[in-house]
């Protein structure tokens, strides 16, 4: 009985093919772990960039700081009106 076989040149070929495929997934996977790493490390300087404005405000109040020089400048807050309710 012979055996149903695809001659060694086209099992190369399909197996260079689906190596290449396994490694694009591969590589994939390992950048979606990266942005997800990054993703997160983003979370955190967003908070400790929270946490510094905080102490920034506690210090010299609601103020604009130029990143250039450091200097700041008071934020004018806008008196918010209450609309009237007419009965």
Request: charged share 35%.
């Given at each position: 009985m012979s055996e149903n076989k695809i001659t060694k040149e086209q099992l190369e070929k399909l197996q260079e093919i689906v190596g290449k495929l396994n490694n694009g997934q591969n590589q994939l996977g390992g950048l979606e772990i990266?942005?997800?790493k990054l993703n997160h490390?983003?979370?955190?300087?967003?908070?400790?960039l929270?946490?510094?404005?905080?102490?920034l405000?506690?210090?010299?109040?609601?103020?604009?700081?130029?990143?250039?020089?450091g200097t700041y400048k008071p934020i004018e807050e806008e008196e918010v009106v209450e609309p009237e309710?007419?009965?």
């Open positions: 990266q942005k997800h490390a983003i979370v955190q300087v967003e908070n400790e929270s946490d510094f404005q905080k102490e405000e506690e210090k010299y109040g609601k103020v604009s700081v130029n990143l250039q020089d309710v007419v009965e």
